[in-house]
């Protein structure tokens, strides 16, 4: 559904726009009418990020939503409910969030399991880079979910073969070293940077970390064929609850719409 989701988009002279949100956040109850917002303002797929309590690639705005979420009582199981309420009645593509220890203390293979069943599409796993677990990597490729691999500015192209041996769906390109959280400038040579990773890869690149601002969205999709916004999104919750949310998901889809076709 990944796949099918980035070619429409393609068909139509557009990138996909890419939301992430923490579940369980700002309240336990809270994950599926914020998910329901998102798509109607416009959101291609979901990132449903699943709450850890050592999320070291997330900066200060998602870290506070995701440590909220456990004090709300968040679990693994609860994330994947969600999702099913969510798929009963919407087809947008859901890509399941998280750390590697979240996956492991629930087992792998019952992950798969219950998360497919659920109706998630993908899973992006952020602290496990090709080659790092074999046994876990292979339990999730060779699955039904499609496995999003992360390539940093920093990733060789040398080794790039190899960074995303076993993804499918599309490829997460982080626009910037560090971790996530809203930036008032792109990087000058995020273009280039994504034109030269799409010449050398066949999956969809889809380009988040920093991304908050319409203008900053029109940008990454004149080159990129997604965009994923997770911080600004959280900061939009946080400001205006979740007409907010979907009232500043709807100013990106509107920023978006003027960029060239990637």
Wanted: include cysteine.
């Amino acid at each position: 559904m990944i796949e099918t989701t980035f070619e429409t988009c393609a068909a139509q002279g557009r990138s996909a726009l890419i939301p992430y949100v923490t579940a369980g956040y700002p309240t336990v109850d809270s994950t599926l009418p914020v998910l329901e917002a998102l798509v109607a303002a416009g959101a291609d797929i979901l990132e449903v990020g699943i709450p850890f309590s050592d999320p070291l690639a997330d900066g200060p705005t998602i870290q506070r939503s995701s440590f909220v979420s456990l004090r709300n009582g968040t679990t693994v199981k609860r994330v994947l409910a969600d999702v099913a309420a969510f798929r009963r009645s919407r087809d947008t593509p859901v890509v399941l969030f998280t750390y590697l220890n979240p996956v492991l203390q629930y087992g792998v293979e019952a992950f798969v399991r219950d998360a497919v069943e659920a109706g998630a599409n993908g899973v992006l796993i952020t602290d496990l880079p090709s080659g790092s677990d074999a046994e876990a990597e292979r339990s999730l490729s060779e699955g039904p979910l499609d496995l999003i691999r992360l390539i940093a500015p920093t990733t060789e192209p040398e080794r790039l073969t190899e960074a995303v041996a076993g993804g499918s769906g599309f490829v997460y390109y982080i626009s910037r070293t560090g971790v996530t959280g809203a930036k008032a400038d792109l990087r000058e040579e995020l273009a280039s940077e994504v034109t030269a990773l799409k010449e050398r890869i066949d999956l969809p690149v889809a380009v988040g970390f920093g991304i908050s601002t319409p203008d900053q969205a029109r940008v990454v999709a004149s080159v990129a064929d997604g965009v994923v916004v997770g911080s600004a999104v959280i900061k939009a919750l946080d400001d205006g609850g979740i007409e907010g949310a979907r009232a500043f998901l709807a100013s990106l889809r509107a920023g978006m719409h003027g960029a060239a076709v990637p």
